[in-house]
Each structure stands twice: as C-alpha cells, then as structure tokens.
DNA sequence: TAGATTGTTAATCGATTAACAATC
DNA sequence: TAGATTGTTAATCGATTAACAATC
C-alpha cells in the first residue's frame, strides 16, 4: 500500500497553508513580528485548533505568550509549499476564462513561471496575452516536454478537456487544475483539482433560495 | 439551538447534485431512460454508495435491476434544488474574471437571472457586456432591493471585497460567490462560498512538485 | 507569580465504507 | 430462479473539538 509515500498532506491543508503564507506576507507588510493562532483563525477563517495543526504539519514552533515569529513561520511555509527549483505552468485555452487567469497569475508566484498558454483559435495564435505567448495546439506535447512543464490549467470546453488533459500528462504534467465541467481520468500520480464555476453558483444559490423561504415563513407570509 | 432549521445538508452534498443533474441531462439528451448508481459514480468521480445516498436525501426511489429513470431523477433533483421563482443574480466586478462569469452564464441558468452587473470603472458603465448592463457600483445597494435580488458574485479586488459583500448582504442578498483572496464576513444568515483562484493553483504545483521529486527519487537521480 | 498560548493527548463528531435483507 | 441493484443498518475511518500539562 502506498508505494511511492504519498498523500499524506489533504488537499485542504495545503489550501489552509497557501491561505496562511497569504496572510502573513501582509502581516510582514505592516510590520508585524509575531501573529497569534487565533488572529490568523480569524484572518483565514478557521479556527485556533486548527491553524496551530497546520503550523506544527510543516514543522514551525510558536512560542507561548509571544506566538509565531510572522517572518520565520512564512519561511517554514514557503520551505514545506516550494522547491528550490521553479516549476513550469502552462494554461490551455485561452478564452475569457483563460485570459482572466492569465491576469491573475501576472507577477505572483515567484516558484511558479507561466511558460506557455495554448489555444486552437488560429487569430489567437502568436499573440502575446499578459505577458504570455500563445503557441497553436498541435505544439502542446512538444513544448510541455522539451520545457518539463509540471503544472496545466485547462480552460478549454468540456467536450474538448479530457483530450487536452491526456495530451498533458502523457507530456509529463502532475498537477492539473481542470476549469471544464468534465471529471478527468488521469493516473493515480496526476493530481488534479476540480474546479466547477457553474456548480459554484448554484451551491450559493441553494443556500439563499432556502433562507428566503424559512425568512418568508418566520414573518408568516 | 438552529433556530431556524437550517444547514441540514452540506455544501458538497448540493454540489454533487448539481453535478448530477448536468450529466442526467446529457444521459436524457442521448435517449438513456435508466441509469445505475456506478455509472453516475464514474461520470461523477464519485462512489456507488455515495450517488444512492445523495438520491435518497432528495426523495426519490430507484428500481432494482432498473436503476434510476433518467428523467423523473432529473425532476426530483431539479425540484430539490430550485424553487418555483426565478432567483436573481448580481455579479460586482466587470474585470477579466467578472467577463468571463458572465460568458459562462450566459442561457445556462433557467432558474438563474442575471439582473445586473456592477463596476466602478466609468468606462464600463453604460455598456452591455455578454448580454448583461453595467450599472456604477453606486446603484448597487438601490438595485439589489429594488429587483430583490438574492445572489451576488464578488469579482472585484481584495481590498473591495469586504465592503462590496457588507452592501449586498445589507441589501438583501441571501448568497454570494466570492472570487477576492479574502475571507468575508457576513451574518450567518448568508451563505458564502469561497473560491480561491490562485490557492486552487498552488494545491496543483505542491502535489506535482512532489510526484516530481518523489518519481526522482525513483530513478534515483 | 498570574495569565495566556503553546504542543500534545483523549473524546467527539461526521462522513464514508462495508454488510445485508428486500426487490425487480 | 439467479443475478444485480436497491434502501437500510452497523462498522470504520478521518478530522475536528475539547482537555490539559508545559512554557514564556
């Protein structure tokens, strides 16, 4: 069982842990040295418990009554969420979607390097995106291998994302972020996170239909 | 204690449904009038026991040997999952991620409506971006009331966000999607769903950066 | 010292998984 | 009937929560 030693960390602690880095690069902006669990309970939304779990998963000790050093506990973070080397990222499909990841992803991870995107739209092709060339389809394999790109985002249509996604393991890819409302098949050592906008909205408006209804029964409309 | 009778059923349990109701549909639109609790499985990324227990919590019974028919499990989860109205929706944020929300939207929703969209940028006012208006962000606490509107999408930067949700909450609003890095508060009363971009991107590079390293060792390079 | 927070351990809670009789 | 799936119940697993001695 478990022959490779993976998955030990869940995929929400190293949410929880990105959250934290966050937080405690503004922290180390105002020019705070030492944060509480609970301040960055409050911060992160979580609780104390569980942000003291976190701290002691990639190896930090706080100190009573002073707390964690805001400088250290960010480098014990960075240590345990990066490498020493810079990972490659390429994103495929640049439409709305993409393009708006592209902006976001402009200049913010300094262990993450955006070193491709692609799309099948020939008047895309060869256009410069946020700072990112836009390369046809058919060299996805190609420049993924030769570049030993790590990391896809895949903004493509459904019917379009478990073809790219093979494409991209198949190159070499182990983490894929998959935009397409498709459920990818990948092997067992491709991790790939779901990311389901319409789905979303609906969650959120489940939610708030509901409380309308036990609202409208309360005043006994 | 729940004074109102509220958060019976988890968020993930919506979200499997929803996911469930998009591939019922594709099934009907194929022709398929039954389907088993293992095929929705697969198509879902879920498990057997799993997809019969999400049916059971919206009411509806299967037939042994038969499964689920498509169409009446397609009602039962529709009427679970939305009312009898039409919901209306705010997006607030007109930016790159907020046009791409928009595109995605577009004739998607049948119960959804999106009544308006909302920026600060006096270049987008007036224009009408994938089918939606732009109002200036200072009509936006007198249109939510006026329209009731119930569900807002937060698209704009972090340090906006928190007043942003504190006017549509004050307004009315029942659920929000929130795409800023910030953690909003709100009462309990309303329902926010946090979708994080740029962590959902770090979770991808961890889990690759550690295939990557652990296949290394394999080699042992 | 008193007070608050830390790391650690035990108890609780929820969800997932396995087991099984009932049904077509 | 035999076979497979259903709804239902009990067992397991994991994560969260509570409790507590150690520390500054």
């Known amino acids: 069982m478990d ?3 993976n998955i030990m960390v869940s995929s929400k602690t190293i949410g929880r842990l990105s959250q934290y880095r966050r ?9 705070r040295e ?5 301040e960055l309970a409050t911060m992160a939304g979580g609780t104390a418990a569980q942000v003291r779990r976190d701290v002691m998963a990639v190896g930090h000790l706080g100190s009573p ?6 400088s250290a506990l960010l480098g014990s973070i960075a240590d345990y969420l990066d490498g020493a080397d810079i990972l490659g990222v390429a994103l495929v499909g640049v439409g709305n979607l993409g393009r708006a ?7 913010r991870h300094p262990t993450l390097e955006l070193k491709a995107a692609f799309d099948c739209d020939p008047a895309k092709i060869g256009r410069v995106i946020h700072g990112c ?8 394999a190609r420049v993924v291998e030769e570049e030993r790109i790590k990391v896809g985002v895949i ?3 459904a019917e379009d994302a478990q073809r790219v996604a093979t494409v991209l393991w198949q190159a070499g890819v182990l983490g894929i972020v998959n935009f397409a409302p498709v459920r990818l098949w990948t092997p067992a050592s491709v991790h790939v996170e779901q990311i389901d906008l319409t789905t979303v ?7 708030a239909r509901r409380q309308d209804k036990d609202a409208g029964k309360e005043v006994g409309r």
């Open 101 to 107: 990841l592209l902006a976001y992803f402009v200049g």
């Open 34 to 38: 030492f944060v509480f669990s609970h």
């Open 201 to 207: 909205l609906e969650q959120a408006a489940f939610f």
């Open 3 to 5: 022959p490779g030693g």
């Open 133 to 140: 060339r836009c390369l046809p389809m058919e060299e996805m």
């Open 155 to 157: 903004t493509v249509p």
């Open 65 to 70: 009554s002073k707390g964690y050093g805001v």
């Open 23 to 31: 937080l405690l690069q503004n922290l180390l902006g105002d020019g």
